[in-house]
C-alpha cells in the first residue's frame, strides 16, 4: 500500500495530520531538501509540499518530474497561494496532451 506525506512549515501542514497523513515539518532549504530525499527513497507514492518549500527545492523537484513515483504536488501554505500549484498543473497537462487545454480563454 503506497503512502502520502505532507511536508513544509509546520503551521502549513499540521492538520494534514488529522486526516492520517504523514507529515514532515521543515524550516530550511537543507531539511527540506533531505526530508524529499527521504520521502521519495521511503516509498510514499504522493508528496504534498507547501509552494514556499518547493521554491527552494525546484531542481529536486525536477528530478523527480521524470518518474512515475513520487507524485510531487504543490499546496499553498498559510501566507498564501503563489500560483505555482497551478502553474505546475498547467505545464504537466500542456506536456500530456501537447497544448493548453484547461487555460486557455
Do not use: H, W
Not at 503551521?11 to 530525499?37: H, W
Not at 502553474?87 to 487555460?103: L, M, R, T, Y
Amino acid at each position: 500500500m503506497y503512502k502520502i506525506a505532507v511536508m513544509g512549515d509546520y503551521d502549513s501542514i499540521y492538520g494534514f495530520a488529522a486526516l492520517g497523513l504523514s507529515v514532515f515539518p521543515t524550516e530550511d532549504e537543507e531539511s527540506s531538501r533531505s526530508t524529499l530525499k527521504k520521502l521519495a527513497e521511503s516509498g510514499y507514492a504522493v508528496i504534498y509540499i507547501t509552494e514556499s518549500a518547493a521554491a527552494l527545492l525546484e531542481e529536486e523537484i525536477g528530478q523527480y518530474r521524470e518518474q512515475r513515483l513520487p507524485a510531487i504536488i504543490l499546496i499553498p501554505g498559510i501566507s498564501g497561494n503563489t500560483g505555482a500549484g497551478i502553474a505546475q498543473v498547467k505545464k504537466s497537462v500542456e506536456q500530456a496532451v501537447g497544448s493548453d487545454i484547461i487555460f486557455t480563454e
